[in-house]
């Protein structure tokens, strides 16, 4: 039969070598078939933790603390809310009861004999001032007494999506809260949550009423005319220092129409010659040692403890960090912070491998010789 001139390097010797094949093939797996190489370091890029909060939505965080007067406000009334509007007078004569109204989509409600009153974005202070007003102007009662409850609170939601314990819409009864505490009417993150929550904000100007009102979100329309309807912003929010550091300059305040998500942890892998290889949740700061120790440590005889590498993908390609782990747990190098899917390779100890492909090449050579005799 006639040989490939490529016999002796190549295809044909994998072919030749069935060991050595597979192990060129989990290796292309592992790494890749990118056209580039990835570039070696000979030290991590980035040695301390990154925070999820970058500097853009650290200001819109704070910017959201322009609302927080609002936080100590009276409740402002908007649509769907319910209210009870009693008016005594009425009642010692037995002429009517409490009566619970409705706010309308236009912010309406209808009272009797005095008709149709515009309550959107009032208190209740100022509606029971209103409807004293016209039943004095009116002459209809010439000094009222008039009592306004809210008795649903409706018009204010806000939607909690994600890692929670009980994801859902919540009714607020405030103007604004804040994050921890919409966070906590959900039930909290749940085992799956990461370092990150997106607080989604509806930034919609809204739509003046006939008598200068406006609605929740503290917009002014011209001539009751809406604005763009597609106004959303995003504040990315780091969970850990927020929860665990107690940073409460991130504690947003979150309105009508927003939205918090608490995406599933990103993830990092160890592969190799680790105890319990896998992949393991970054759900805080996570440094290579950290790393290490979730997946249980090394295989004492086969791993190689200062042979280590970690890959690593970013924007502007891929990276391949060496890793002296004996000299990382001695202080003498950087103990640096994993980021999402970086992968841990724990490589085999050069004896061991050598070794190890000593004795399947020699058994191959006596099952060779074996079939010739």
Same mark, same amino acid.
């Given at each position: 039969?006639?040989? /490939?001139?490529?016999?002796?390097?190549?295809?044909?010797? *994998?072919?030749?070598?069935?060991?050595?094949?597979?192990?060129?093939?989990?290796?292309?797996?592992?790494?890749?078939?990118?056209?580039?190489?990835?570039?070696?370091?000979?030290?991590?890029?980035?040695?301390?933790?990154?925070?999820?909060?970058?500097? %853009?939505?650290?200001? @819109?965080?704070?910017?959201?603390?322009?609302?927080?007067?609002?936080?100590?406000?009276?409740?402002?009334?908007?649509?769907?809310?319910?209210?009870?509007?009693?008016?005594?007078?009425?009642?010692?004569?037995?002429?009517?009861? *409490?009566?619970?109204?409705?706010?309308?989509?236009?912010? @309406?409600?209808?009272?009797?004999?005095?008709?149709?009153?515009?309550?959107?974005?009032?208190?209740?202070?100022?509606?029971?001032?209103?409807?004293?007003?016209?039943?004095?102007?009116?002459?209809?009662?010439?000094?009222?007494?008039?009592? %306004?409850?809210?008795?649903?609170?409706?018009?204010?939601?806000?939607?909690?999506?994600?890692?929670?314990?009980?994801?859902?819409?919540?009714?607020?009864?405030?103007?604004?809260?804040?994050?921890?505490?919409?966070?906590? #009417?959900?039930?909290?993150? =749940?085992?799956?949550?990461?370092?990150?929550?997106?607080?989604?904000?509806?930034?919609?100007?809204?739509? *003046?009423? =006939?008598?200068?009102?406006?609605?929740?979100?503290?917009?002014?329309?011209?001539?009751?005319?809406?604005?763009?309807?597609?106004?959303?912003?995003?504040?990315?929010?780091?969970?850990?220092? #927020?929860?665990?550091?107690?940073?409460?300059?991130?504690?947003? #305040?979150?309105?009508?129409?927003?939205?918090?998500?608490?995406?599933?942890?990103?993830?990092?892998?160890?592969?190799?010659?680790?105890?319990?290889?896998?992949?393991?949740?970054?759900?805080k700061p996570t440094t290579v040692l950290e790393g290490?120790?979730?997946?249980?440590?090394?295989?004492?005889?086969?791993? /190689?403890?200062?042979?280590?590498?970690?890959?690593?993908?970013?924007?502007?390609?891929?990276?391949?960090?060496?890793?002296?782990?004996?000299?990382?747990?001695?202080?003498?190098?950087?103990?640096?912070?994993?980021?999402? =899917?970086?992968?841990?390779? %724990?490589?085999?100890?050069?004896?061991?491998?050598?070794?190890?492909?000593?004795?399947?090449?020699v058994g191959k050579m006596f099952t060779f010789t074996?079939?010739?005799?």
């Open positions: 039969m006639k040989r /490939s001139k490529t016999d002796g390097r190549g295809l044909n010797r *994998s072919l030749r070598y069935p060991g050595l094949g597979l192990g060129l093939l989990v290796m292309a797996v592992l790494w890749g078939c990118a056209a580039s190489e990835p570039v070696v370091l000979s030290e991590p890029m980035v040695t301390s933790p990154v925070s999820y909060t970058d500097e %853009v939505s650290r200001r @819109l965080a704070q910017g959201t603390f322009q609302r927080l007067p609002e936080l100590y406000e009276d409740y402002r009334l908007g649509p769907e809310d319910v209210l009870e509007v009693s008016i005594f007078e009425w009642e010692l004569r037995e002429e009517t009861k *409490s009566v619970e109204f409705r706010v309308s989509e236009t912010g @309406l409600i209808g009272l009797p004999v005095i008709g149709d009153m515009r309550v959107m974005n009032l208190t209740v202070e100022e509606i029971k001032a209103r409807i004293e007003k016209r039943l004095k102007e009116w002459q209809i009662i010439p000094n009222p007494r008039v009592s %306004v409850v809210v008795q649903q609170f409706r018009s204010k939601r806000v939607a909690v999506v994600g890692a929670v314990r009980d994801p859902g819409t919540y009714t607020i009864r405030r103007n604004v809260t804040t994050l921890l505490d919409i966070l906590s #009417l959900a039930g909290g993150p =749940d085992a799956r949550a990461g370092q990150v929550v997106y607080v989604i904000r509806d930034i919609r100007p809204t739509i *003046s009423t =006939d008598n200068g009102a406006t609605s929740e979100n503290g917009g002014r329309a011209t001539n009751g005319l809406p604005f763009d309807l597609g106004g959303k912003e995003v504040i990315s929010i780091d969970l850990y220092e #927020l929860l665990e550091l107690g940073d409460l300059s991130l504690n947003v #305040l979150v309105g009508n129409g927003d939205v918090v998500n608490v995406p599933e942890a990103k993830r990092f892998h160890v592969i190799g010659f680790a105890r319990d290889p896998g992949s393991f949740a970054l759900k290490i120790a979730m997946a249980r440590g090394f295989q004492e005889i086969e791993a /190689s403890k200062k042979d280590c590498v970690v890959k690593r993908k970013t924007a502007d390609g891929e990276y391949i960090i060496p890793v002296d782990l004996v000299a990382v747990s001695r202080g003498e190098a950087p103990n640096f912070y994993l980021q999402p =899917d970086d992968i841990i390779y %724990v490589r085999q100890t050069t004896l061991r491998r050598t070794l190890l492909y000593t004795y399947e090449f074996g079939r010739l005799f």
